[in-house]
Antibody, heavy 117, light 110 residues
């Protein structure tokens, strides 16, 4: 059974940083591109970043470039998102998702990041 | 990377059909046959319902169907059931492993 479990969220002050993690199991993690997608409270889904299976190709939403860094450790079947210089508008549930062809077929339950003083 | 346009809400009675539209541009919806639809119940993770415009993952009822014409994709739910009440999001591939979502549509079963 495919499982994705996010962790690392929490309450952080504006300007602070967090490292989000996503532990994958039930499939060959090293064979799949992975996504981060976020959802602000009461709002829609927003694609954040993608990383190819070997980490060769990395893409970010234009509005987030420079503050967010995606990475992965295939030996640990884990995906990461380093989020820096956090702002109130970054408050959201952050989901990791497996990419199959050109869609996200499995999603984790998400980890909540709250940016507030 | 502008969001795709969806209606804020649609509604229908049990057994009826509803259709949700998703309008983009030639750089996303119109440029690729890679539109997906996700269902999200409150407090839950999104669930893939349709991918590649028309394909259903295993386990998704055939009441859900997708289509596309030009820069607009559509999701139709036939034979509406109570459990279909949820938020629905379209998503299109936009090249270079960039994805763009719609703003979401709330489906209400009357």
């Amino acid at each position: 059974e495919v499982q994705l479990v996010e962790s690392g969220g929490g309450l952080v002050k504006p300007g602070g940083s967090l490292r989000l993690s996503c532990a994958a199991s039930g499939f060959t993690f090293s064979s799949y591109t992975m996504n981060w997608v976020r959802q602000a409270p009461g709002k829609g889904l927003e694609w954040v970043s993608s990383i190819s299976s070997s980490s060769r190709y990395i893409y970010y939403a234009d509005s987030l470039k420079g503050r967010f860094t995606i990475s992965r450790d295939n030996a640990k079947s884990s995906l990461y998102l380093q989020v820096n210089s956090l702002r109130a508008e970054d408050t959201a549930v952050y989901y990791c998702a497996r990419v199959l062809a050109y869609t996200s077929d499995y999603w984790g339950q998400g980890t909540l990041v709250t940016v507030s003083s | 990377q502008s969001a795709l346009t969806q209606p804020r809400s649609v509604s229908g009675s049990p057994g009826q059909s509803v259709t949700i539209s998703c309008t983009g541009t030639s750089s996303d919806v119109g440029g690729y046959n890679y539109v997906s639809w996700f269902q999200q119940h409150p407090g839950k993770a999104p669930k893939l319902m349709i991918y590649d415009v028309t394909k259903r993952p295993s386990g998704v009822p055939d009441r859900f169907s997708g289509s596309k014409s030009g820069n607009t994709a559509s999701l139709t739910i036939s034979g509406l059931q109570d459990e279909d009440e949820a938020d629905y999001y379209c998503c299109s591939y936009a090249g270079s492993f960039i994805f763009v979502f719609g703003g979401g549509t709330k489906v209400t079963v009357l």
